[in-house]
C-alpha cells in the first residue's frame, strides 16, 4: 500500500512516523520554508501543478490512499487534494488538529480574513504581535500600527511601514511567550486559529496580560472528506483500508 501525505504540519510527521514501517509512505512538502524538518521515509518537495498535476503524480506512483494533513489555512491544495482524490477514484482523509477554544477571560475577536483583522485592529491596540505567518502581510501593509511580525522564514513585501521582523520557530514556552509581550509593548495579538500546543502558550501569556486577540477563523474542509484529530486516528484509518 502506497500512502501519499501532503504535509509539513508536525502531525503530518508524527504519521509517517507511524506508517513508515508497515505501508510505503511519501511526504509531500509545499517548498515554503527554507530549512524544512523533513518526516521520516520518502519525501518529495513542490507543487504539483494543480489538481491535474496531482492527479497524475498519484496514477504514475501508484497511490493508494491521499491524506490531506496540510496547514488548516491551506485551503487551496485542501481543495486540490479533494478535486484530485474524486478524480483519480483514491480514497482521501484530512487530518486537522483541533482549533483553539477560548477560556475564561480571553478576549477574542474573530474574524474571517486577514483584511478583516487588520480592519479589526482600530481601536483595539497601537502595537501589534502579528503571527500569522510570512504571507499575506499586504493586508496590514496600510495600517498605521506598529508590528512585530513572528515568522519562519523572512518576509516580503508589501508589509507594514513600521515593522519589526522576529524570526523563530515554535514550539514556544509560555514564559518565553509572557517576556516578548513584556518587552515590546504588546497591546493587541493576531493570529490564526491553528490549533495545537506549539504556539497556544502566546494566548495564555495574552489572557494574563489582558490583551485583545483578534483570531482568524480557519476555512472548512472541503464537504464530504473525512476528518482525523490526530495522527493516531489517520493512522487506524489507513490499517482499516489495508485490513479491507
Known amino acids: 500500500m502506497h500512502v501519499l501525505i501532503l504535509g509539513g504540519t ?3 510527521r508524527a504519521l509517517a512516523a507511524r506508517l513508515h514501517d508497515t505501508v510505503r509512505v511519501t511526504s509531500s512538502l509545499a ?33 493508494d490512499a491521499l491524506i490531506d494533513a496540510t496547514h488548516p489555512f491551506a485551503e487551496t491544495i485542501s481543495f ?20 483553539w477554544v477560548p477560556a475564561a ?22 502595537r501589534v504581535f502579528l503571527t500569522t ?9 496600510d495600517r498605521p500600527q506598529w508590528f512585530l511580525v513572528r515568522s519562519v522564514d523572512a518576509p516580503e513585501p508589501p508589509m507594514p511601514v513600521r ?8 514550539p514556544f514556552t509560555l514564559e518565553g511567550e509572557r517576556e516578548l509581550l513584556a518587552r515590546h509593548g504588546i497591546d493587541v495579538l493576531v493570529t490564526k486559529d491553528s490549533g495545537g500546543a506549539a504556539t497556544a502558550p502566546k494566548l495564555t501569556a495574552a489572557r494574563e496580560a489582558g490583551i485583545p486577540v483578534v483570531i482568524v477563523r480557519r476555512p472548512p474542509v472541503p464537504q464530504g472528506v473525512p476528518v482525523a484529530a490526530t495522527p493516531e486516528e489517520a493512522a487506524a484509518w489507513v490499517r482499516g483500508r489495508t485490513a479491507a
Not at 499575506?136 to 501593509?141: D, K, M, Q, S, T
Not at 515593522?163 to 515554535?170: F, K, P
Open 10 to 12: 508536525t502531525e503530518a
Open 163 to 170: 515593522t519589526e521582523v522576529l524570526l523563530d520557530r515554535g
Open 31 to 63: 517548498g515554503r520554508v527554507a530549512a524544512p524538518r523533513l518526516p521520516v521515509g520518502e519525501v518529495r518537495i513542490g507543487g504539483f501543478g494543480g489538481v491535474d498535476g496531482l492527479v497524475e503524480w498519484v496514477r504514475a506512483h501508484a497511490v
Open 133 to 141: 505567518g510570512r504571507m499575506g502581510l499586504a493586508a496590514f501593509a
Open 80 to 99: 486540490n487534494a479533494a478535486r484530485a482524490a474524486a478524480t483519480a477514484h483514491v480514497p482521501l482523509l484530512a487530518l486537522r488538529r483541533p482549533g
Open 105 to 126: 477571560g480571553d478576549d477574542w475577536h474573530p474574524v474571517s480574513s486577514l483584511e478583516e483583522a487588520a480592519r479589526a485592529l482600530d481601536g483595539l491596540g497601537d
